[in-house]
C-alpha cells in the first residue's frame, strides 16, 4: 500500500464525494443520486450538526474511496453502535489494502466513541465486501432480517 491517511471529508470535498457516491451506485444495483439527493447529502455532512461523517482514504491529492457513518441507539444496551452506510474504495484503488484501513479507521472510531457495536449491511452477493468483513472480524448476524418500507 501507497503511503495514505484517512481524514475527515469537508465541503471541498463535495463534488469529489458526489463523483466516489455515482461510482459506488452501479455496484449495489442503484441509480446515482440526483442533485437533489446530493444537495440533501452535503448540507446533512457538512451542517453545524451534521446527521453523518464522511471519510476519506487519500493518497497524495487523490481520493481513493469513502465511508459515510453515523449512530444508532441500542435501547437495550443503554449504548450507541456506529452504522456504516456506505464503504467504498474504488476499483482502480482496490487490492491494495485500502479498504482494510478504513474499515478500521471506522471501527477504531467506534471503540474511541464508546460504542458497544457496528452495524451495516452488505448485499448477499458482493463477494468482496463480504471477504473484506469477514476477514476483519464482522459476522453475520443470524436470526436477523432486514425489512424496509419506502416512502414511495
Not at 37 to 43: D, G, H, P, T, Y
Amino acid at each position: 500500500m501507497t503511503d495514505m491517511l484517512i481524514r475527515k471529508a469537508d465541503i471541498s470535498d463535495a463534488e469529489s464525494i458526489h463523483d466516489l457516491i455515482k461510482e459506488f451506485a452501479p455496484t449495489q444495483g442503484a441509480s446515482p443520486p440526483d442533485d437533489e439527493a446530493v444537495s440533501r447529502l452535503i448540507e446533512d455532512a457538512f451542517s453545524e450538526t451534521p446527521r453523518l461523517e464522511i471519510w476519506l482514504p487519500v493518497n497524495g491529492e487523490r481520493v481513493a474511496g469513502y465511508a459515510a457513518t453515523y449512530y444508532t441507539y441500542s435501547s437495550f444496551l443503554g449504548r450507541r453502535t456506529l452504522h456504516i452506510e456506505d464503504l467504498f474504495v474504488s476499483p482502480d484503488n482496490q487490492n491494495n489494502g485500502i479498504g482494510d484501513e478504513l474499515l478500521k479507521h471506522c471501527l477504531h472510531i467506534a471503540w474511541s466513541n464508546n460504542c458497544n457495536r457496528v452495524d451495516l449491511n452488505v448485499h448477499k452477493e458482493n463477494d468482496k465486501a463480504l471477504r473484506l468483513y469477514q476477514k476483519n472480524g464482522l459476522q453475520e448476524e443470524e436470526g436477523w432480517l432486514l425489512y424496509r418500507l419506502t416512502r414511495e
